[in-house]
């Protein structure tokens, strides 16, 4: 009985450890994580960033010039 207890008692104080670790970070680097969420925020997931865009064989840009 004794072992199983201190196992409870080992697994609540690294759980507690975690939980006081994460608390620090998150309050360590606040100004940083909230600028990076909030960038996060204002991101266009339907717009992939590696994408490289043509216009020069575009037909818009063709056609704006007046070349066919």
């Known amino acids: 009985m004794t072992n199983?207890?201190?196992e409870t008692k080992q697994a609540f104080f690294v759980?507690?450890?975690l939980a006081m670790g994460w608390l620090?970070?998150?309050m360590?680097?606040?100004p940083l994580l909230?600028?990076?969420r909030?960038?996060?925020d204002k991101s266009d997931p339907a717009r992939d960033p590696d994408e490289l865009l043509d216009h020069t064989?575009?037909?818009d840009d063709r056609n704006a010039t007046g070349t066919a």
Do not use: T
């Open 57 to 59: 064989s575009s037909d």
């Open 4 to 6: 199983k207890s201190s």
């Open 38 to 40: 909030s960038a996060m």
């Open 28 to 30: 360590a680097f606040k």
């Open 15 to 17: 759980f507690g450890a």
């Open 34 to 36: 909230g600028k990076a």
């Open 24 to 26: 620090a970070i998150e």
